[in-house]
């Protein structure tokens, strides 16, 4: 007695763009042609390539940021918490001139910086505080040397006397750590994306 051998059900071409039925020769076939096999052939080479193509920047990256001195990470936080602070204060007036931004400005910040209150060359353990970093125009904060008069007087009705009399007062010596401060630009990463999704609803 000779079992009868079962016909494979038809399936259907996994080229998307053809996706025609066919009776498959064996149980693994997903193409319905040699050239819709070719394509498939091409899709999986080029997934593979693009998988090898992520670990390779993944490995880079690693690499890297092996390479980083402190400096290199000093660097990446602070730019992380002036992009957090000129986009907190986005719609505020600069802090020392009370200049507003037009809508390039708010597109671009190509004329707006992130200006400390007590610098980071006098005051480095304040270089984070965002209580001493606020929105400023580059007239302002490059050319008038961060205009620390009118910077004052405007933090004080902005944040308060006594907020303005800590920063003023002093503060222990701080030294961070790399992993501190790797915390410190992930967290203003954070921020930043936070206040972008709201701005955004």
Known sequence: ?????KQPRPKKCAVKTCRASFVPRVS?????????????????????RKSLAIVERREIKVRKEKLKSRADHLREAQAAVNK?????DAHLPC???DSMPNDSDLMTGSRWDAGHYRSVGACPELRFE???????????????SGNAVEYRIRLVLR???EKVAWLE????????????????????RAK???LKKGQAA
């Open 192 to 194: 930043t994306h936070e």
């Open 169 to 188: 007062g002093p503060h222990p010596a701080r030294k961070y750590t790399i992993e501190e401060i790797k915390t410190i630009k992930a967290e203003y």
């Open 84 to 88: 957090y602070v000129r986009l907190r």
């Open 159 to 161: 944040i308060g006397a």
């Open 28 to 48: 693994f076939q997903s193409w319905c042609s040699p050239d819709c096999a070719v394509v498939i052939a091409r899709h999986k080479q080029e997934k593979k």
């Open 95 to 97: 802090i020392s001139c």
């Open 1 to 5: 007695m000779t079992l009868e051998r």
């Open 130 to 144: 965002p209580l001493n970093i606020h929105r400023q125009c580059v007239k302002c904060n490059r050319n008038l």
